[in-house]
């Protein structure tokens, strides 16, 4: 199964998994428990999907699971959260992490970052597969470039982020006949069916697209095209409280990514995320991003 971003939240019901990895649907208000862990989260395929109390898929579950499991004489419990609360009880200081946490210098006033710990690759272009050809066989196109073109019709969803660059240009494209534009409710289909129907030439991807084309069994129709500007992987982490609490848990979770990452188990978290064709892109940047400094970062310390 792949995993992949979506853009909606589902709040649900307090509830409790079998192990010693639970999930809460509140915050609790006190947590003086030195060896309890909670790890919020917002359900947003690829990275945390919900779809019951004894179903959480996606690879951020998936890899806090192993930390939970590496963390001897921690209890981990799963939070599900919104937005507005999604950092309160780190801010809070209280025994709160959070793994996939880009880096801002506003968080790192209240937070630890582990070593580098999650990849997430850029909206790329989408094509049929049959279409490789027309569009040069995969190599990196200018997105502008594609636009002018009349004859190459775009769909694309309204209210969806895919860069600043990117939608600039579709801001300065918008009114012309070639382009799409269709409306958001939290799904990738309609632009994918738009393209396999003929009825459209190329979209851009989200980060649940290629989840949601696996469950309909359409992935191995499509192509990702990497565009030639705007088109840089970032990175995540692991966050914790910026107290002692947290600096001592940061340097644990960063000895367990380090041995993880050293023996070639960690890529495995990530593969589902490009389409076949991308797999030696994502692997380059894999190995650029997360393995080589967290490699790195342990030579330093020796």
Same mark, same amino acid.
């Given at each position: ?7 909606? @939240? ?16 509140? %915050? ?5 428990? /030195? %060896? +309890? ?11 945390? %999907? =919900? ?5 959480? !898929? ?16 921690? %209890? ?11 950092? @309160? ?8 992490? &959070? ?7 506003? !968080? +790192?006033?209240? &937070? ?43 769909? =694309? ?13 579709? +801001? ?21 069916? &738009? ?21 309909? /069994? ?49 890529? +495995? =978290?990530?593969?589902?995320? &490009? ?5 030696? /892109?994502?692997?380059?940047? =894999?190995?650029?991003? @997360? ?12």
């Amino acid at each position: 199964m792949r995993y992949f971003r979506a853009f909606w @939240i589902l709040l649900v019901s307090a509830c409790f998994i079998s192990g010693s990895m639970g999930v809460k649907a509140h %915050h609790p208000k006190v947590v003086d428990e /030195e %060896h +309890e862990i909670y790890w919020p989260y917002l359900d947003s395929p690829p990275l945390y %999907h =919900y779809l019951g109390k004894d179903d959480l !898929r996606g690879f951020g579950f998936d890899i806090v699971r192993m930390l939970g499991k590496e963390l001897k004489g921690y %209890h981990n419990t799963f939070v599900q959260t919104s937005p507005d609360r999604l950092f @309160i009880g780190i801010k809070e200081r209280l025994n709160y992490c &959070m793994y996939g946490v880009y880096k801002t210098p506003e !968080r +790192e006033e209240f &937070m630890y970052f582990s070593l580098p710990a999650r990849i997430t690759p850029p909206s790329a272009l989408v094509i049929r597969k049959t279409d490789l050809a027309k569009f040069g066989q995969g190599k990196p196109l200018s997105l502008q470039e594609l636009l002018k073109d009349q004859k190459l019709r775009f769909v =694309y969803l309204n209210g969806v982020i895919y860069s600043a660059y990117a939608n600039g240009l579709i +801001e300065d494209y918008r009114n012309d006949s070639n382009l799409y534009p269709l409306n958001y409710h939290g799904s990738s289909l309609r632009p994918l069916e &738009m393209l396999l129907r003929k009825r459209a030439d190329y979209t851009l991807s989200t980060p649940s697209m290629l989840y949601e084309a696996d469950k309909q /069994e359409l992935a191995d129709k499509i192509a990702y095209i990497p565009r030639l500007k705007d088109y840089e992987y970032q990175v995540g982490y692991v966050v914790c409280p910026k107290n002692e609490w947290g600096r001592q848990l940061i340097d644990k979770i960063n000895h367990i990514l380090y041995l993880k990452v050293s023996k070639g188990q960690y890529f +495995e =978290y990530f593969k589902a995320l &490009m389409p076949a064709n991308n797999q030696a /892109e994502l692997k380059e940047q =894999y190995q650029k991003l @997360i393995a080589e400094p967290v490699v790195n970062s342990r030579l330093k310390a020796q």
